[in-house]
């Protein structure tokens, strides 16, 4: 079957076909990160659609919006690769027509962590993805653990809105070196790239230790040893709320970084098991 490319609700309608259903969101620029998100709702339903929105309502005024990379075509070959049987690729004045009042808020979980170094960005990732929701109307949507926090807070909205989906998390892919694929990779340079290493290589070093300030402290003194790695936070929560855990704590924590690498953010975690 080839690849369709749905623009609209009514597109979308048109290409349903009987069985399961399982979405794909994405911003675009795909790389081997979404490649595995396909790859997993592949497996599990039988049509599997992508969308394709560069979401305004989740960038800050400061933020990277107008130069996010837009790669469409080399993104229908990478769907075409993974039998992808629908694109979703809404413009912006489609998914938010003149007059649009109401929208998700991200409640407290929203605020921090990343929420407090990008006010607004969950209430719009939430929105966008709740519509989304509404126009592909899924059996399961699956994203990426490299954003930790995005994935709790879809996970909360699904329990607190009751919205009928199954959410599946994918592990996070990563470079042979450790760098966390991105699609804000490409504005590196080769000398950039090779300071935003020490993102991977803190949270690593933070993982290989046992009680939370232990781990804390690892993870700290590898980030100081980058001073070109400008850190925003550097933080060990509870993976459901995104609070600080204390010690003592037993169960599982994820170890979160965010840091300026010249011009381009970065975000990374990992999950450490606590006994
Ligand atoms: P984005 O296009 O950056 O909005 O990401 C779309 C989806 O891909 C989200 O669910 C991300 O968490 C996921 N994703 C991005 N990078 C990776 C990665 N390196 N490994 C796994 N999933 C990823």
Redesign the pocket.
């Known amino acids: 079957m080839d690849l369709i490319v749905a623009r609209n609700r009514e597109d979308l309608v048109a290409a349903r076909r009987p069985g399961t259903v399982a979405l794909?969101?994405?911003?675009?620029?795909l790389?081997e990160?979404?490649r595995?998100?396909i790859r997993q709702a592949r497996e599990r339903a039988d049509q599997v659609v992508v969308s394709i929105f560069v979401n305004p309502l989740q960038f800050g005024p400061n933020e990277d919006f107008s130069r996010y990379p837009r790669t469409f075509d080399d993104d229908l070959d990478v769907c075409r690769a993974e039998g992808v049987d629908v694109v979703f690729h809404p413009g912006v004045d489609g998914m938010y027509p003149p007059g649009r009042q109401v929208s998700v808020s991200a409640g407290q979980m929203g605020d921090v962590v990343e929420g407090e170094f990008r006010p607004g960005h969950f209430d719009g990732v939430l929105t966008v993805v709740l519509k989304l929701f509404n126009l592909v109307r899924p059996d399961l949507a699956v994203?990426?653990?490299?954003?930790a926090q995005?994935?709790a807070l879809i996970r909360r909205m699904v329990a607190d809105l009751d919205v009928p989906v199954e959410i599946l998390g994918?592990?996070?892919?990563?470079e042979p070196d450790g760098l966390?694929?991105?699609?804000r990779n490409r504005y590196l340079s080769a000398e950039e790239r090779k300071v935003a290493l020490g993102l991977s290589r803190a949270l690593r070093a933070g993982a290989g230790r046992r009680t939370p300030d232990e781990i804390r402290t690892a993870a700290r003194e590898e980030l100081d040893r980058n001073p070109e790695l400008k850190v925003e936070y550097l933080v060990l929560v509870d993976p459901r709320t995104f609070t600080e855990v204390k010690e003592p704590y037993e169960g599982v924590a994820v170890l979160a970084v965010a840091a300026r690498v010249g011009g381009t953010r970065l975000i990374d975690n990992i999950t450490v098991t606590l006994t």
């Open positions: 794909v969101p994405t911003m675009g620029a790389h990160g979404h595995s998100l994203f990426g653990e490299k954003d995005q994935l994918a592990p996070t892919v990563r966390a694929m991105s699609s």
